[in-house]
């Protein structure tokens, strides 16, 4: 186990001299480096990839944002959008929305995303219905719904428990 007092990162301040970092800029500067993860281009090889990613993204988030990582034939990354955000314990997610977003950048298939504040990952009733309307509206013009992820204290995939 490492000793938090014994164990500090440095920063070079403007005058040239290293001093100790604060917390907040760690975490900042770690969020920074993660979130090339999901650079425009790179391919997305797993499910876990994927969700450790959008995990680093929305996990901290107080309030309800529902996000897609739009994806090209190919499984490249085209974008990953926060699309809805809603309040503590919800969000409104818009098929017609999401549909426009996914056409608009050419993508052929979508992972979505939404946090729980709470910390309970267990997808709610809503969450799967949402999933299935999207799934459908997506279908129609030919995009596919490759997983739906539910973040809260862990990651749960629609997926991987046979509702997608």
Known sequence: MIDPVSSVLYT???????????HQDVIAEAKRIFSYSLRKGQKIE????????????????????FACLFLDS??????????????????????REVVK????LNAKAVIFAHNHPSGDSEPSQAD????????????????IVLDHFVIGDSVVSLSEQGLI
Do not use: C, M, N, W
Not at 12 to 22: C, D, M, N, T, V
Not at 48 to 55: L, N, T, V
Not at 130 to 142: F, R
């Open 74 to 95: 190919q499984h490249r990354i085209l974008a990953f959008e926060e699309l809805f955000r809603g309040t503590i314990d919800g969000t409104v997610v818009h098929p």
């Open 101 to 104: 977003e996914a056409i608009a």
């Open 128 to 143: 799967i219905q949402i999933t299935k309307k999207l799934k459908s509206a997506l279908a129609l013009v030919d995009i």
């Open 12 to 22: 070079k301040s403007l005058s040239g001299e290293f001093i100790p970092a604060e």
């Open 46 to 65: 797993s499910p876990s990839q994927a969700s450790e990613a959008i995990r680093s993204r929305l996990g901290d988030k107080h309030h309800e944002v």
